[in-house]
């Protein structure tokens, strides 16, 4: 069974850092593009930051400058590097990615969520 798992989440000050990670498990070919949301209370999902397979990231202007996407593909592991964090990044983070199964053509899949809380 191919799966999403993000780890990382949880609570931090404002100003502080967090790291999220979003591993990739089963049998899994290759990994495409792969996407981190959030989704605020009463509020839609949004998209925060993605990378593609060819290492090009792209970035929610509210977060430029303070957040860093990179990929790991021997660990088939995605990072969300997360510095000066504010309350307004409070929100659950979700993972989302392409994968390819063996004799399969791409999917998409998403992680289960890990909760972010900047708070004093």
């Known amino acids: 069974q191919v799966q999403l798992v993000e780890s990382g989440g949880g609570l931090v000050q404002p100003g502080g850092s967090l790291r999220l990670s979003c591993a990739a498990s089963g049998r899994i070919f290759s990994i495409g593009a792969v996407a981190w949301y959030r989704q605020a209370p009463g509020k839609q999902r949004e998209l925060v930051a993605s990378?593609?397979?060819?290492?090009?990231?792209n970035y929610a202007d509210s977060v430029k400058g303070r957040f860093t996407i990179s990929r790991d593909n021997g660990k088939n592991t995605v990072y969300l590097q997360m510095n000066s964090l504010k309350p307004e990044d409070t929100a659950v983070y979700y993972c989302?990615?392409?994968?390819?199964?063996?004799?399969?053509?791409?999917?998409?899949?998403w992680g289960q969520g890990t909760q972010v809380t900047v708070s004093s």
């Open positions: 990378i593609t397979s060819g290492g090009s990231t």
């Open positions: 989302n990615a392409a994968l390819k199964r063996p004799g399969l053509p791409f999917y998409d899949y």
